[in-house]
């Protein structure tokens, strides 16, 4: 581990202020899903064991603007009527994070207001010893995301002032340089929590720099165009490249197969088959799927018809990898040391399109002596729903932040972090 964290400072009779990631699922004021909340708890636990002065957490919760608008604009078209400040205070408010945190600790958690005003600093000035204050959600100051650096450290010198240490623990965020990830780190020691530790000493280490061969990567998910740099960073780390979901018929149609309706970006045909022919000339396996769950329609109740070919049909989309695709790629990751998942095989919300996916999940849980490692987003749902999470040696926390670090970008809350 190339960053210092929070074993190499001394935190006693100190005031730290804590990034975490709990960007958690929420549902009118109900959390869905606590895994970010549980996966910080060793990092805030360490710190409160220290005896430091006083704890500040912070985190985002959502895009406030972005996600209103969008629930705005849908309450539009079913002609229903679209109560804004209920959406924000049951969907983007850290009001129940607050409350469900101080139960796991079971230490009172204080909420704060905001991150910024008068009212907030004189609370985080009047904490009692060891106490713990949970500032209002980040992204509710423009300062926070801001393209100006300006505004940014404007909103990070006043954070900075609630401590003497800055740990960050919200790996999930690590891709973004905002005020309370990146410019936060300018003005106090800075050093990184466990969980920070953990995704980049296996990501890092175990994937990107370091991985056991045979090393074979699965990459899902809808297009070609938001996983480019993942893929052309990969073919020269791997030996076999497994590819599902949408971005399957785009490579599909690269080689001259018939893929009837399936999504496919034209724009990325060259691009496509540059990566066949990278894969070629490296020698790596790229495997496709060599038969289909497809359908008529782009429906949860469509009716799945099984191709056992590669090619499909006019008037046929395909919604997911077919049995005879599940058995190659099972047989190509039975030797793997090192596997990275990220992404779905098909339209895994659909129940009867889950087939791949889930199969996948359940391959990878059965490979004995392999660092298996999850990259975030539907695949995390995946191997929860197989129920076979804990046979993952890793499962990131951070889907965009994992991409980007796999794709060999530098993440800004991590370059900021103090070095050995």
Not at 8 to 14: E, M, N, P, T
Not at 235 to 258: E, N
Request: charged share 25%.
């Amino acid at each position: 581990m190339r960053k210092k964290t929070i074993r190499d400072v001394d935190l006693k009779g100190k005031r730290v202020i804590m990034r975490v990631d709990f960007n958690v699922p929420m549902k009118e004021g109900v959390i869905q899903d606590d895994t970010r909340i549980q996966a910080a708890l060793p990092t805030i636990q360490y710190i409160l064991d220290q005896k430091v002065k006083s704890l500040v957490l912070m985190s985002h919760l959502g895009d406030p603007k972005k996600d209103t608008e969008k629930a705005r604009q849908k309450a539009e078209k079913q002609g229903k009527p679209f109560d804004e400040a209920k959406y924000i205070e049951g969907h983007h408010k850290m009001g129940p994070i607050a409350k469900h945190l101080s139960t796991l600790l079971g230490k009172e958690v204080r909420l704060a207001p905001d991150c910024m005003s008068p009212e907030t600093q004189k609370m985080v000035a009047e904490l009692p010893e060891g106490g713990i204050l949970m500032l209002e959600n980040t992204r509710f100051h423009k300062e926070e995301t801001s393209k100006d650096p300006a505004e940014r450290e404007r909103m990070a010198k006043i954070l900075a002032s609630y401590g003497d240490v800055y740990v960050n623990d919200a790996f999930g965020t690590a891709h973004r340089a905002h005020a309370s990830t990146e410019t936060i780190a300018h003005f106090l020691p800075a050093v990184a929590g466990f969980l920070m530790e953990k995704e980049l000493e296996i990501l890092e280490e175990k994937v990107v720099k370091n991985p056991a061969k045979p090393f074979v990567a699965i990459i899902g998910g809808a297009k070609v165009s938001s996983k480019i740099g993942v893929l052309k960073n990969l073919i020269s780390k791997v030996d076999a490249l497994l590819i599902g979901g949408g971005m399957a018929y785009t490579f599909l149609k690269a080689k001259g197969i018939s893929v009837g309706a399936s999504l496919v970006e034209e724009e990325m045909l060259e691009e496509a088959k540059n990566i066949l022919q990278t894969a070629e000339k490296n020698k790596v396996g790229f495997y496709l799927p060599v038969d289909h769950l497809v359908a008529q329609t782009f429906s949860a109740e469509a009716d799945e018809k099984h191709i056992a070919d590669p090619n499909i049909p006019e008037g046929w989309m395909g919604m997911d990898i077919g049995p005879l695709t599940i058995e190659a790629f099972k047989n190509t990751l039975k030797n793997a040391k090192t596997v990275f998942w990220n992404g779905p095989m098909g339209v895994f919300e659909f129940p009867k399109f889950a087939k791949g996916t889930n199969a996948i999940a359940e391959a990878l849980a059965e490979l004995k002596d392999a660092v298996t490692v999850i990259g975030g987003g539907d695949s995390v749902s995946a191997v929860k729903k197989a129920g076979v999470s804990d046979k993952m040696t890793h499962i990131s926390t951070g889907g965009g932040a994992s991409l980007e670090l796999v794709e060999g970008k530098p993440l800004p809350g991590v370059e900021a972090l103090n070095d050995k």
